[in-house]
């Protein structure tokens, strides 16, 4: 195949998991901390997610994921110094990425330490941020114009690539057709499926059970804006949990619809994802894929 005169593929399966390792030739920028790992596309049950990590446990790393397609990736950061104080959640952050100097605003998802990881997970507003992110070779993070962390790369076009071949394949797994989508000059766009579920939606009986977990669901948006159908392509382990985001959905969610390529409203079959926690931070839908 082409590809293979610009990077090798490697398929190796952990635990279930497809990893496709990358090595991929360049120098990322002499002036920036660069993990000198290869680049890896994570295939795993819901999401797929790009990853530079450097030799050793605590070395550090950056990873980019486009859940389900959407248009809003996420940025994480592992084991870099970042001085993490003020930055509590949705707590505004500019991405600066490097050589163009090009940027793209974001929000604080999260920071947390783990397994042994200091990580910071930024939600990218822009739908063209792949994009630019392909083209880049050093990303940098700013808050108030003081410079929080930098991580220098090999130029990510090739691992990009990659990342969306991954998406379009875990779409494809849960029923989307790819060709369809393609074809369509808009996707659907929901306006309120952020505020559409909340911790008093939560199931009693799920309550009881302590369950709780991440359900992908597919979505078929008719013309008139509503879901017309609901199905749970991986569960959450939680029938009730699975249930309650299809009825949230059908009942509650209001979508612009999708576009043919004349401009006409038609139906369009989405993916959509909500995380539900036991503990005190909100249940979250992630947007719909995009």
């Known amino acids: 195949m082409a590809a293979a005169r610009t990077y090798m593929v490697r398929e190796l399966v952990r635990s279930g998991i497809l990893l496709l390792a990358l090595t991929f030739a360049g120098t990322a920028s002499a002036q920036r901390p660069a993990p000198e790992g290869r680049w890896v596309v994570n295939w795993a049950e819901q999401r797929c997610t790009l990853s530079r990590r450097g030799i050793g ?118 029923g989307i057709d790819m060709v ?49 159908e609901c199905v749970p392509v991986s569960s959450s382990g939680s029938g009730a949990l699975d249930r309650q985001t299809c009825s949230i959905y059908t009942h509650r969610v209001r979508f612009e619809p999708a576009l043919d390529a004349e401009g006409h409203p038609v139906a369009a079959m989405i993916a959509s994802r909500v995380t539900w926690h036991l503990d005190s931070r909100p249940i979250r839908p992630d947007s719909p894929a995009r």
């Open 57 to 174: 446990e605590d070395a550090p790393a950056i990873a980019v994921t486009s859940a389900l397609g959407v248009s809003q990736p996420q940025l994480m950061f592992l084991n870099m110094a970042i001085d993490t104080s003020g930055l509590a959640q949705s707590t505004p952050i500019e991405i600066v990425l490097f050589p163009g100097g090009e940027r793209r605003s974001g929000k604080v998802d999260r920071h947390y330490r783990a397994m042994g990881e200091r990580s910071l997970v930024v939600d990218v507003e822009g739908d063209d941020f792949m994009d630019a992110f392909a083209r880049s070779e050093a990303v940098a993070l700013e808050r108030n114009g003081r410079r929080l962390a930098e991580l220098a790369y090999p130029i990510a076009g090739q691992a990009v690539e990659a990342l969306r071949v991954c998406n379009d394949d875990l779409l494809t797994s849960w």
């Open 180 to 228: 369809a989508r393609r074809a369509l000059s808009r996707l659907p766009r929901s306006a309120n499926a952020g505020r559409s579920v909340g911790n008093l939606d939560y199931p009693r009986s799920a309550l009881r059970a302590g369950e709780q977990g991440s359900v992908v669901v597919r979505l078929r948006v008719d013309p008139d804006g509503r879901v017309g």
